[in-house]
């Protein structure tokens, strides 16, 4: 993902694509060829040193090893090699970053990798699934308990045809997502995190009853120690699975057996949930207005209210603590948490040593790591700039656009909605333009490009970019349609105006005549 915590360390993409990491290093889990701990961002690797001079699109991050995906389909791992997670083949550590070629998945290119306590699951473009590393409870999926020390793919006739999507892995359990919104779970379900009303391990992945998150189709879904979560189109959040600590946000400290609704639109200020993340006994939710809601163990500072008092409903934390920037990403750890801002600022909290401050104190509330530790670089592949500030910078830079400086010449003339009575058409390409992406496959699925920041995508609801940023900078208006309604209204405008002054201009030709 964007950002990517694991047992006390975390680990980071930049925009460029570029990999830090800092915290806990005594597996290799940092990638920078020791196993000492590092306090402060570090980056893994240099240009071409790693990754084959490709950028990095997302992270993963697991008890005590790393891996990553680029844009074209590359995956990489490396830390604490036990029980083959690493899929190279073997049971030893590794202290950088190592290649795992398409080569490895029958061709297909990696499009998204998950973590968990020791095992690790690879999505590939073609939509397959494949596993390997600690296999007890069946969470590899394959049928059986036997640990694989290379990434092994799992049967497609369990998931009936369907194209997978998107992955995660839990402490002891896996769940996929398919592209039409069915959830497959397996592995450990003592605690109900498997979702199938019963506390039974599955050793195959195994369809959630149909309804299990009510009407809508699931988007994304997210596992953390014991506990899974889901969200749907409408932004609702589905839970199950330990609840000892509350991180299921349901009020209590049960356990739920089956997936089960966190109360309505009202228990997140009534704004629709766009991603979460969970970590080992905790839970974070983004909600579409770009706020953070936490819920769970806060023993070690985790949830981020400066204090260690567990939350059994989400609570939000205010934005004053994130510089008043709206989040678009967050990561859990067994006890620490990060979250990203849209413009990239990145944050951190709970126990150390995996915050980046410098030294070894907790953090009980967002703590922000200085850019310059960062080389000045943004967190996360995901960045927009909103439709009227890219028009802006576009008209800045492109002098045949017109110009927003009432200064100009001919400004005066121009005053009303210039840059809005431009074709639409190339008003759509300069704000898709504008901006950052991830490359590949990975920023056209919808539950990934949420994780990695980047918003609501609805592909599956025909909705382009542009619409997209919009909707989610649609500066108060109700809806993208007033912003749409406002540029036909600019556009009408400017069309009178100027059939107005051709009309004078006539005007002046016959009474010179």
């Not at 997502?177 to 506390?199: A, C, E, M, P, Y």
């Not at 800045?396 to 400086?405: E, P, W």
């Not at 995508?457 to 919009?470: G, I, R």
């Amino acid at each position: 993902m964007a950002v990517a915590c694991g047992e006390s360390f975390t680990t980071v993409v930049a925009e460029q694509g570029d990999v830090w990491a800092f915290g806990r290093g005594d597996h290799g889990q940092l990638g920078l060829g020791t196993d000492e701990d590092q306090l402060l961002p570090a980056l893994v690797g240099k240009g071409g040193d790693v990754y084959d001079g490709e950028a990095v699109v997302l992270i993963a991050a697991g008890f005590a090893h790393t891996a990553c995906v680029t844009a074209k389909g590359t995956l990489w791992s490396w830390g604490d090699g036990g029980d083959g997670r690493l899929g190279h083949g073997d049971r030893e550590p590794r202290q950088r970053p190592v290649r795992l070629g398409k080569e490895r998945f029958g061709g297909s290119p990696a499009v998204m990798v998950a973590c968990g306590g020791a095992h690790t699951l690879v999505l590939t473009a073609a939509g397959f699934v494949w596993s390997c590393g600690y296999g007890r409870y069946g969470r590899l999926g394959h049928g059986d308990e036997a640990d694989k020390l290379v990434l092994t793919c799992v049967g497609a006739v369990e998931f009936r045809g369907a194209h997978i999507v998107m992955v995660a892995a839990g402490g002891h359990h896996s769940v996929t997502l398919g592209i039409d919104g069915r959830v497959w779970t397996w592995g450990f379900g003592d605690s109900g995190q498997l979702g199938h009303n019963n506390r039974e391990n599955r050793l195959v992945p195994t369809l959630l009853a149909s309804g299990a998150s009510g009407r809508a189709a699931v988007v994304l879904v997210a596992a953390g120690g014991e506990h899974t979560v889901a969200v749907t189109i409408k932004g609702e959040l589905w839970v199950c699975g330990h609840g000892g600590f509350g991180q299921l946000g349901l009020g209590d400290r049960v356990n739920r057996l089956a997936p089960t609704l966190v109360g309505a639109e009202a228990v997140f200020g009534g704004s629709e949930v766009l991603t979460i993340a969970c970590g080992g006994a905790h839970s974070l939710a983004v909600t579409k207005d770009g706020t953070l809601w936490t819920f769970g163990e806060g023993e070690y500072g985790e949830l981020g209210h400066n204090d260690r008092k567990d939350r059994l409903v989400p609570t939000r934390i205010d934005t004053q603590h994130f510089g008043n920037g709206n989040i678009v990403s967050a990561a859990a750890g067994r006890r620490h948490s990060a979250a990203v801002t849209n413009q990239g600022a990145l944050y951190t909290w709970g126990k150390a040593p995996g915050l980046g401050h410098a030294n070894k104190q907790p953090k009980l509330l967002p703590t922000h790591i200085a850019p310059h530790l960062l080389q000045g670089a943004r967190v996360g592949r995901c960045h927009r700039l909103l439709p009227l500030h890219a028009l802006a910078f576009s008209m800045g830079t492109h002098a045949r656009l017109g110009s927003a400086d009432e200064t100009a010449p001919g400004a005066a003339d121009a005053t009303v909605c210039t840059y809005l009575m431009m074709p639409g058409e190339l008003v759509r390409q300069l704000v898709e333009a504008c901006g950052s992406w991830p490359e590949g496959r990975a920023g056209e699925l919808e539950g990934v490009v949420r994780l990695l920041g980047g918003g609501r995508l609805l592909l599956n609801l025909k909705t382009d970019a542009f619409t997209d940023a919009l909707t989610e900078c649609r500066g108060g208006m109700k809806r993208w349609f007033g912003m749409l309604l406002t540029i036909l209204v600019c556009i009408a405008l400017g069309l009178f105006q100027s059939w107005a002054m051709g009309g004078q201009e006539q005007q002046h030709e016959q009474e010179e005549m």
